[in-house]
């Protein structure tokens, strides 16, 4: 990911973040009494201004969202490369204990802004969801999957799944072996 690259991803989440609190730019210059000028964020959210973590930070307290949402991934991804695809039962997830999920249900709402994803069944995650999911719950990779398996929010390739009234199996596939 080349840095304009990765600008425009940070403006794009910085931008959905806002969006999903309701704010506009305006909304936020207020909030802030000018620590925040519209032009300054608008510049942000456009990729053509760098923004400091400190910074980052303030803006994912006042977006009340943890600022690891707001990163772009890292490109390295060796450490997820061995796992099966990532799919969320939501279903199963909105019947869990939210002091357990309630930081991957907030996650998971902003990927679904992200991504104009308004399914209420499942989330189909990206392997790179997977690396700055687990530096939201402070471990690895591996072992959030296995946490999640626990849990039983994820759905296993073949496996049967309720969508609206009708059931059918999903068509998920094993990850592809490398030589």
Known sequence: M?????????????????????????????????????????AYERGSRTLR?????????????PATLLVPPAADRRDVDHLPPLVIDLRRLRKLPPTRTGPLRRWIAIVQVLRSDSSRDL??????????LSRLYSTTPSMLYERLGAWGALVEPGEPVAVGTRRRVLPIRPPQQRS
């Not at 690259?5 to 009494?33: C, F, I, K």
């Not at 303030?58 to 969202?65: M, N, Q, T």
């Not at 989330?123 to 700055?132: A, G």
């Open 2 to 42: 080349t840095e304009a690259d990765y600008a425009l991803e940070l403006g794009r989440r910085l931008r959905a973040a806002r969006n999903r609190r309701g704010m506009s730019l305006l909304d936020v210059q207020e909030r802030t009494h000018g620590r925040w000028t519209a032009g300054t964020l608008g």
């Open 53 to 65: 973590v400190h910074r980052l930070v303030e803006l994912a307290d006042l977006y009340d969202v």
């Open 123 to 132: 989330l189909r995650l990206r392997r790179s969801d997977l690396q700055s």
